[in-house]
């Protein structure tokens, strides 16, 4: 088993795995931030307009904190399904998830064009970058922790934690960037640009992550009278041969 997990599992040193791991998260938390960096500055504005600016503001961050709510629910959805058709097929899929929901809203019309409509696309959308970050959180964990050697597990789990500030980092700076156009410029179609560039960091992201090859620890358990048995309500009773729905508790500790 340590031989194995010293390259990787497959071929691929656990660095690249890590380095991976962290990347994806960078991006994912760089649209799940971009959402709450933007709020105040224009959804605010182009999405609750008739109401007071102290309320549109409220009433944006309400749709921000939909994020965090939904949050556990990816975990629960993919800690489910990435113990039946693998790690990394989920994290592409969460990655897929939140890049196509951070590239539509750069595309929502806003309230002037739409009325009530955009407000209730924008909260739809930003459901689905929850369970995005929901269903990538633990299982970038995973990915790390299952191809690590042992005694070093704790270590290059810890690695998708630099995504967070990261992506904050990330998702702030691109704004600062966008805020140096005209007012007009900015509120018209600027700060789009900070989401549909999205697109372009999830092909990065894609890449990376199909480079990688399935954890040892799935393909232990990958037979279909294992994978099939195993029951929500046992899940964690056995940790060495079932790590079933780590996805949940890893996001939920985040």
Request: aromatic share 16%; no cysteine; proline share 5%.
């Given at each position: 088993m340590q031989e194995k997990t010293k390259t990787g599992g497959f071929g691929t040193s656990i660095g690249t795995i890590a380095f991976a791991s962290a990347i994806g998260t960078t991006i994912e938390w760089y649209d799940f931030f971009l959402f709450g960096v933007v709020t105040p500055l224009v959804f605010n504005k182009l999405f609750f307009p008739n109401f007071d600016p102290l309320v549109g503001t409220l009433l944006a961050y309400t749709t921000f904190f939909v994020g965090f709510i939904s949050r556990p629910i990816g975990g629960i959805i993919?800690?489910?399904?990435?113990?039946?058709?693998?790690?990394?097929?989920?994290?592409?899929?969460?990655?897929?998830?939140?890049?196509?929901?951070?590239?539509?809203?750069?595309?929502?019309?806003?309230?002037?064009?739409?009325?009530?409509?955009?407000?209730?696309?924008?909260?739809?959308?930003r459901i689905f970058q929850g369970i995005g970050i929901g269903g990538e959180w633990g299982g970038a964990v995973l990915m790390a922790v299952e191809h690590s050697p042992a005694g070093?597990?704790?270590?290059?789990?810890?690695?998708?934690?630099?995504?967070?500030?990261?992506?904050?980092?990330?998702?702030?700076?691109?704004?600062?960037?966008?805020?140096?156009?005209?007012?007009?410029?900015?509120?018209?179609?600027?700060?789009?640009?900070?989401?549909?560039?999205?697109?372009?960091?999830?092909?990065?992201?894609?890449?990376?992550?199909?480079?990688?090859?399935?954890?040892?620890?799935?393909?232990?358990?990958?037979d279909p009278t294992r994978s099939s048995t195993c029951r929500f309500s046992s899940c964690g009773e056995h940790t060495e041969r079932t790590p079933c729905s780590a996805w949940a508790p890893a996001t939920l500790k985040a």
């Open positions: 993919f800690g489910h399904y990435g113990d039946r058709i693998g790690r990394k097929t989920v994290l592409v899929l969460t990655i897929l998830i939140m890049g196509v929901a951070t590239f539509l809203i750069g595309l929502l019309p806003t309230y002037a064009t739409v009325g009530i409509w955009a407000p209730v696309m924008l909260l739809f959308l070093r597990r704790g270590f290059y789990g810890s690695w998708p934690q630099i995504g967070v500030p990261a992506g904050l980092l990330l998702s702030s700076g691109m704004v600062y960037l966008l805020s140096y156009l005209p007012e007009a410029d900015f509120f018209s179609w600027g700060w789009r640009i900070a989401f549909l560039i999205s697109a372009v960091l999830v092909a990065v992201g894609l890449y990376i992550r199909l480079k990688i090859m399935e954890t040892p620890a799935f393909t232990r358990i990958q």
